[in-house]
């Protein structure tokens, strides 16, 4: 069965950082693309970064410089570094499977918030 | 970046009744569209691909149309389990967009 479960997330005061974790199960994080989603409180969903299986990454204009994707393949866990996080970083972070036409596998998501 | 405009922004219907979701995008986008549904405190789930595809294990209520830039999702008769947000996607360029989602809710 395929799991994917996020992790990391909180309260943090602008400016800070933090760096969320999502552990698959079912297939191998490397072999495979893996994207980072966001979605703020009541409104839609946002693409953040993806991390190719050959390890090229792209970032969405708004986080790049600030956030870097990464994986762990003896862990199978992709990873999301967030720094210099501002109010409109708050959301929930999902992280999911690409198949390169669609996401098929999310997980539940873990919730972000920016604010002092 | 393309953008996806996503209409009505809500749809009021009742079980049994017929949706018409509705996605256009700013220029376009070949058949490179996918649907997704959420429900509130879930993720969302893959229903429709390339435009008419639809994903393992959904329902044939659901069907996708379209090219171009004007889609349309189809649920031809709506169970109350599909009472959610439906989101558009296209993957035609990056960065991939969404739009910003239609609800559709009981009426």
Redesign the interface.
Known sequence: EVQLVESGGGLVQPGGSLRLSCVVSGFTVSSNYMSWVRQAPGKGLEWVSIIYSGGTTYYADSVKGRFTISRDNSKNTLYLQMNSLTGEDTAVYYCARWDARYYDYWGQGTLVTVSS | EIVLTQSPATLSLSPGERATLSCRASQSISS?L?W?QQKPG?????LI??TSNR?TGIPARFSGSGSGADFTLTISSLEPEDFAVY?C?Q?RS????????TKVEIK
């Open positions: 490179y996918a997704y879930q993720a969302p789930r893959l691909y390339d994903a989101y996607q993957r990056w960065p991939q967009t969404f739009g910003q989602g």
